[in-house]
C-alpha cells in the first residue's frame, strides 16, 4: 500500500483548483484524464470528505487510475504534490545533473521522474523561487558532461521519463541483431570451393565421352538460424516488457539482419504468441495487438509452467533449426524450482544459445539468492543485464560470440 501521510489544508483551500491542476498533471504523464473524471474526483472529494488519511488518497486514485501501469506514476504524483511543501525544489534538482558532494545521488524511484516532468511541464527555472537561508547557488561548466544521448543509453528503462521513453522507442527501432550464418552438410556449387564435387566432376565426364577435363568444386551451404524472444510481462517487468517489445518489432522487421524468421512470445501466468503481431509495420499497431492479445499483462508470474507450455507446444516447430533464444525475465517465481530446472535445462537442450537478459544484473550487489534464480541459472549458456539501450546493443556481440558467458560463470560460483 503506497505512503498516503496526513493531508495538511492551507487557511485559504482551493481544493478544485489543486486538484484540477493535479489532473493536468497526471495527464501529462500519459494518464488518460479529461474534464469529465475531473469533475467526477471533485464531487467524490466532497462526497467522501477527510474522516480517515486514506480516503483522500483513494477517492482520487478511484477517480484517475484506469489501468494497473497508472498506478506507480499516480502514486509518485500524489507524493510530491500533496505531501512535500518543497516539492518544486526537490523535482527541479532532481532533473538536473546532480553535483557530487552537493546533492544526493540516489536514483529515482519507479515512475517519480515522469511524475515531476509532468509537474514541472511549462515552469522555467529561473521562475523557482530560491532562498538564499536554503542552501547555496552553484555555478557549474556542464559543457564536459556526458551528452544526454549517450546517457540515454546507459539509463535505466524503469527510471525514463515520458520523453525518454519516446527518444528510447526511437533509437530502438534503428538498431538490428545481426548474426553469423549457420554451415550446413549439404553442398553448393563454388568455382573455387575447398572441396571436390566427384558427383558434378563424373556427370561431366559423362557428357565427354568419359574423360575428366575439369574438377568441379563445391562448398557447404549457409542458413540463417531462427530467433526465439520469451519475454515476461508481469507486474515487476512490464516497463522493461514494453520497450524490449518496440525493439523486438525492429528486429523482426529488419532487412537482411540475417535471421531466417523472428518468434516472439510472452508470459507471465499463460504463454502467449504473438510472432504474428510482430509482422505489422506501425510499430504502435503491433505493441498494441501483441498487449491485447496477452490477456496476463502485469499479473503473476510462472515461468515454470509456461517454459512447460513452451517446450511441449512450441519447441519442436520453432527450434528445429538450431534458433537462439533470448529469454527475458528477472526470474522471480514462486513456483516448484525442480519443475522449473528441468524445463530450463529441457530448452537449453533445444537451442543453439539460451540467452538470459535479466534486469536486475545492473545492480552491483546482485546476488542469486531467489530460487527461481537458483534454478533456472545453470540452464542457461550466457547470463547479461538487460535493462538499458547499451545492454540490448550488447546483445550482437552475446551472439556472435558463443564463448561469451556474461555473468554466469560470476554467479555460479556463489550458489
Not at 489543486?18 to 467526477?40: K, S
Request: net charge positive.
Amino acid at each position: 500500500m503506497p505512503e498516503t501521510p496526513q493531508i495538511q489544508l492551507p487557511e485559504t483551500p482551493q481544493l478544485a483548483q489543486n486538484i484540477t491542476h493535479f489532473a493536468r498533471a497526471l495527464r501529462q504523464a500519459g494518464l488518460p484524464i479529461g474534464p469529465g473524471r475531473v469533475v467526477d474526483a471533485v464531487q467524490a472529494v466532497a462526497a467522501a470528505g477527510f474522516t480517515s488519511r486514506l480516503d483522500f488518497y483513494w477517492v482520487l486514485h478511484a477517480c484517475f487510475v484506469s489501468k494497473p501501469e497508472h498506478r506507480v506514476v499516480f502514486s509518485q504524483m500524489f507524493r510530491l504534490y500533496w505531501r512535500d511543501p518543497q516539492f518544486l525544489e526537490h523535482m527541479m534538482a532532481m532533473l538536473m545533473p546532480a553535483v557530487r558532494g552537493v546533492q544526493d545521488e540516489r536514483p529515482a524511484r519507479p515512475g517519480e521522474k515522469r511524475a515531476a516532468e509532468a509537474l514541472l511541464h511549462g515552469t522555467q527555472a529561473d521562475q523557482v523561487p530560491f532562498d538564499g537561508e536554503l542552501g547555496t547557488e552553484i555555478e557549474f561548466d556542464a559543457s564536459l558532461t556526458m551528452s544526454a544521448e549517450e546517457k540515454l543509453r546507459t539509463l535505466d528503462f524503469e527510471q525514463m521519463s515520458t520523453d525518454e521513453v519516446a527518444q528510447a522507442k526511437r533509437i530502438l527501432s534503428q538498431m538490428t541483431l545481426p548474426v553469423q550464418p549457420l554451415q550446413c552438410r549439404r553442398l553448393m556449387a563454388a568455382v573455387r570451393g575447398p572441396r571436390p564435387d566427384w558427383r558434378r566432376t563424373l556427370r561431366d565426364a559423362a557428357r565427354q565421352g568419359g574423360e575428366i577435363q575439369s574438377m568441379a568444386r563445391a562448398k557447404r551451404r549457409l542458413r540463417w538460424p531462427n530467433l526465439v524472444v520469451i519475454c515476461d510481462i508481469s507486474g515487476s517487468m512490464s516497463q522493461y516488457s514494453r520497450i524490449i517489445l518496440h525493439f523486438l518489432h525492429a528486429v523482426s522487421n529488419a532487412q537482411g539482419a540475417g535471421w531466417a524468421r523472428v518468434h516472439g512470445f510472452t508470459f507471465g501466468t499463460r504463454l502467449t504468441n504473438i510472432t504474428r503481431h510482430l509482422a505489422q509495420r506501425d510499430v504502435d499497431a503491433a505493441v498494441a495487438a501483441a498487449g491485447a492479445e496477452a490477456q496476463d499483462w502485469e499479473g503473476g508470474t510462472r515461468i515454470g509452467q509456461c517454459l512447460h507450455d513452451f517446450n511441449r507446444d512450441w519447441s519442436r516447430r520453432v527450434m528445429g533449426q538450431g534458433a537462439v533464444v533470448l529469454l527475458i525475465t528477472d526470474g522471480l517465481d514462486r513456483d516448484d524450482p525442480v519443475a522449473l530446472a528441468h524445463e530450463m535445462q529441457r530448452l537449453q537442450l533445444s537451442a543453439r544459445r539460451l540467452i538470459w537478459l535479466n534486469p536486475l544484473l545492473r545492480w552491483q550487489g546482485f546476488a542469486p539468492k531467489a530460487q527461481g534464480i537458483r534454478a533456472m541459472l545453470p540452464h542457461v549458456d550466457s547470463f547479461r543485464a538487460g535493462h538499458s539501450i547499451a545492454s540490448l546493443k550488447d546483445l550482437a556481440e552475446v551472439i556472435s560470440n558463443p564463448d561469451d558467458h556474461g555473468e554466469k560463470a560470476r554467479l555460479m560460483a556463489q550458489l
